[in-house]
């Protein structure tokens, strides 16, 4: 199937990979991350949040079951700029299978490289730190740069999408959600509308905001969100949000030593003994001592002890680090959506 093109991950530091392309005949920089999960390669490589990271998967085995149809996807494309796997299947095989992974990559024009030790290359990314680095193909010229500064802005609606007919208005302020968000918001019934990320927020516009996580960097969105705080509508934030409501109340966050990569992350509620087993993709945290005194910690990383989730004391304004989306796992993470839900609807009565 391949005519075993040569290509090479380079790092920052000088570290050199080598392998075969089976994307994109096209070089691309970016910034290198590791993911662990053993299965849902469609829907990472689908997920805004990935938008502009060349991604490596530490599961040997990739492209064996191809990729869903589109609207099944957590996007309409592929987002990341890269992808680096040890051994590409050239045959795929699964009921619900649209194309293979390599011609939804090549259709998308994003390179892609095998052959190459991922779990080293993981740990060299733990050793080092997540760095930039750049797919370099055979015969492809110099990579292709990615405008970290656009992102928020290419992962976004440019006008706002209405999705069902509930009894309540929930408001997703677009900075890269997920189509699994939307769908667990329309399982309960509400009325939702998709905002660009730039977006005035009214409070005359929703009965409840939910705020997602950004691949770009989320300061741009501190003080919208801080006037949309100051209006008392209930607010939920998923996949790293928390990190943008830490910002919109002064709070400082820090990059992680070690990223949360994977579907393997346990967090802890606190003040309780309810443990949670997560899937994030993320490498930043909140400093802890500079959240201000009405607000508190909602979940931990057991591993590292790192915040995942802030709460504030009064009202429902609340968001997590994790991704509560039930997909491939049990629905134990229901009561999240469900409380944001039943407080939007509340708050109308």
């Not at 011609?103 to 052959?115: M, Q, R, S």
Request: aromatic fraction near 8%.
């Amino acid at each position: 199937m391949f005519n075993k093109k040569s290509a090479a991950l380079t790092l920052e530091d000088g570290t050199i990979f080598t392998g075969f392309s089976f994307g994109a005949d096209g070089s691309v920089s970016g910034e290198v991350v590791f993911n662990t999960a053993m299965i849902g390669y469609p829907e990472l490589l689908s997920d805004p949040l990935m938008r502009g990271h060349i991604v490596a998967l530490t599961y040997p085995l990739i492209g064996n079951y191809g990729v869903p149809p589109v609207e099944e996807l957590e996007s309409g494309k592929v987002q990341v700029a890269g992808l680096v796997v040890t051994d590409y299947s050239e045959e795929f095989s699964h009921w619900n299978a649209g194309e293979s992974l390599s011609k939804w990559l090549k259709d998308n024009n994003v390179p892609a490289i095998y052959g190459v030790d991922t779990r080293a290359l993981a740990q060299h990314l733990r050793d080092h730190g997540e760095m930039s680095g750049k797919i370099i193909v055979e015969g492809a010229g110099n990579p292709r740069e990615i405008d970290f500064s656009k992102l928020m802005a290419e992962v976004s609606v440019n006008e706002p999408v209405i999705y069902g007919d509930g009894d309540v208005t929930i408001a997703i302020l677009d900075t890269g959600v997920q189509n699994s968000v939307i769908r667990s918001l329309l399982r309960r019934g509400v009325r939702v509308v998709r905002l660009p990320w730039h977006t005035d927020l009214d409070e005359n516009q929703y009965d409840g905001l939910l705020l997602v996580g950004t691949a770009d960097d989320p300061t741009p969105l501190a003080e919208n969100v801080r006037r949309a705080i100051e209006k008392d509508k209930p607010i939920f934030g998923v996949r790293g949000a928390d990190i943008t409501l830490a910002l919109a109340v002064g709070g400082k966050i820090k990059k992680l030593e070690r990223s949360h990569r994977g579907t393997n992350q346990p967090v802890l509620e606190t003040g309780t003994n309810h443990a949670l087993i997560t899937s994030q993709n993320h490498s930043w945290a909140i400093d802890p001592q500079s959240l201000p005194a009405d607000w508190e910690v909602w979940f931990e990383n057991l591993n590292d002890g790192s915040i995942e989730g802030i709460r504030r004391k009064t009202g429902f304004v609340k968001a997590v680090q994790f991704n509560p989306e039930p997909t491939l796992r049990p629905e134990e993470f229901s009561p999240l959506y469900d409380n944001f839900i039943d407080a939007a609807r509340d708050g109308k009565k």
